[in-house]
């Protein structure tokens, strides 16, 4: 069984910053690409930022030198780090992981999602 928990959402101030993590445990073989996602309401799900297990990043254009991922593969912990907040930044942040378990195919798994909120 896989697991990925997150941590480090909460409220913050336009300019402000936070740090999120997600650590995946369980019966890992392998992690491939792990990455963050965000929902807004009323909103679809998109792509924050993600990286594979060499350290490849990739971004969307909205927060393109504000947010910078990174991930610990030791840990099987993936971080985001958020900095110039801005209040259209408010939203749920979900982890995702590619990842392959000792039994059982390789699948992308979900974490349960951590709140973020930026006040103007």
């Known amino acids: 069984q896989v697991q990925l928990v997150e941590s480090g959402g909460g409220l913050v101030q336009a300019g402000g910053s936070l740090r999120l993590s997600c650590a995946a445990s369980g019966t890992i073989l392998i992690i491939d690409t792990m990455g963050w996602y965000r929902q807004a309401p009323g909103k679809q799900r998109e792509l924050v930022a993600s990286?594979?297990?060499?350290?490849?990043?990739n971004s969307g254009d909205s927060v393109k030198g504000r947010f910078t991922i990174s991930r610990d593969n030791a840990k099987n912990t993936v971080y985001l780090q958020m900095d110039s907040l801005k209040p259209e930044d408010t939203a749920v942040y979900f982890c995702?992981?590619?990842?392959?378990?000792?039994?059982?195919?390789?699948?992308?798994?979900w974490g349960q999602g951590t709140r973020v909120t930026v006040s103007s």
């Open positions: 990286i594979t297990s060499g350290g490849r990043t």
């Open positions: 995702n992981a590619v990842i392959v378990p000792l039994v059982g195919p390789r699948s992308g798994y």
